[in-house]
């Protein structure tokens, strides 16, 4: 079993930059390649970012490359997800998860299925 804990989401202006943390503890954290989804109300879970159990490979969903950065650290057994330039449509829960397999494929990379483990979720809201 991992057990996940998501932070730092909370209310920002449009244009702003929030950093989300998630960290895991039970089975090894470095043996899961970790991922981040959103869901706002009303909409499907919609995948973000996933990076691979190094760190070393890393891929976006189109809407928040450039914007967003996914990073880790297995000495803290944490993940992250820096955001900037956040926009209104941002506004989301935010989740992070964990798989037993990283991968770069579009549609493999997104399905929740995919992932074995989940945050509770925390808040990011978005003013314009």
């Known amino acids: 079993q991992v057990q996940l804990v998501e932070s730092g989401g909370g209310l920002v202006q449009a244009g702003g930059s929030l950093r989300l943390s998630c960290a895991a503890s039970g089975r090894t954290f470095s043996d899961y390649a970790m991922g981040w989804f959103r869901q706002a109300p009303g909409k499907e879970r919609e995948f973000i970012a996933l990076i691979s159990w190094s760190g070393s490979a890393s891929t976006y969903a189109d809407s928040v490359k450039g914007r967003f950065t996914i990073s880790r650290d297995n000495a803290k057994n944490t993940v992250y997800l820096q955001m900037n330039s956040l926009k209104p449509e941002d506004a989301a829960v935010y989740y992070c998860?964990?798989?037993?397999?990283?991968?770069?494929?579009?549609?493999?990379?997104?399905?929740?299925?995919?992932?074995?483990?989940w945050g509770q979720g925390t808040q990011v809201t978005v003013s314009s």
């Open positions: 998860a964990a798989s037993n397999y990283y991968t770069s494929n579009y549609r493999e990379r997104a399905r929740p299925e995919k992932y074995d483990y």
